[in-house]
């Protein structure tokens, strides 16, 4: 199935660095939904973008639509060791059945 | 938040057996249900979308002889996995969206299957 492209695949970094991370794709999308994973879990949902440019924030992440419509971008400030996970970003398909696709992931591991 | 409950959330059955998973929203109506599996380290791979009261749509490539979706209520989706073989082995999870412009979805906690 179609997917979009995270980067970076896996990340390490110290407590306390903020964290960047992105979604591309070929494709246009109408809403872009963050959600982070734990081990043996379902997705939870972080952040939702419906507008182009839109800059939404919860808590210690922020999260932006690209003005293109497509690419979103994911910044975790001053990490935590429960920041630690798989973030997936995921895309509305603008046609058709208007489902989402999922990115590939971004594995996150924060050394305390 | 909008809660989406599913059960069981580890089922161990042997080869040939059939496994039903549930998929409730518990606090919201849910006309779309969508049913993904994870393989490990890997992203969520969309299987089939459930529509309530009609036939749900399968994504190319899922059989839908072997993987049957009801969608008989507003909160209730259930996914059987027929005839279970070893390679059937994976982590279910399904999520339901919430009705409006927003299109939300909230999933489940997932459900893991081991099949011997």
């Known amino acids: 199935g179609q997917q979009l492209n995270q980067s970076p695949q896996s990340m390490f970094i110290q407590e306390g660095e903020d964290v960047s991370m992105n979604c591309t794709s070929s494709?246009?999308?109408?809403?872009w939904l963050w959600y982070k994973q734990d081990p043996g879990e379902g997705p939870v949902l972080l952040i939702a973008l419906y507008k182009a440019g839109e800059l939404t924030s919860n808590g210690r992440l922020t999260a932006q639509f690209g003005i293109t419509r497509k690419d979103s971008f994911l910044n975790i400030s001053a990490s935590i060791p429960s920041d630690v996970g798989i973030y997936f970003c995921a895309g509305l398909t603008t046609s058709g059945t208007y489902k989402y696709i999922f990115g590939t992931g971004t594995r996150l591991k924060v050394l305390a | 938040g909008a809660v989406v409950s599913q059960h069981p959330s580890w089922v161990i059955c042997k080869s040939g057996t059939s496994v039903k998973i549930e998929c409730r929203s518990l606090?919201?109506?849910?006309?779309?249900m969508f049913w993904y599996r994870q393989f490990p380290k890997q992203s969520l791979m969309l299987m089939a979308t459930s529509n309530e009261g009609s036939k749900a749509t399968y994504e190319q490539g899922v059989e839908k002889d072997k993987f049957l979706i009801n969608h008989a209520s507003l909160t209730l989706s259930t996914l059987t996995v027929t005839s279970a073989h070893p390679e059937d082995s994976s982590f279910y999870i399904c999520?339901?969206?919430?009705?409006?412009?927003?299109?939300?979805?909230?999933f489940g906690a997932g459900t893991r299957l081991s099949v011997l």
């Open positions: 494709s246009i999308f109408n809403t």
């Open positions: 606090d919201f109506q849910a006309t779309t």
């Open positions: 999520s339901a969206r919430l009705a409006g412009a927003k299109n939300i979805q909230y």
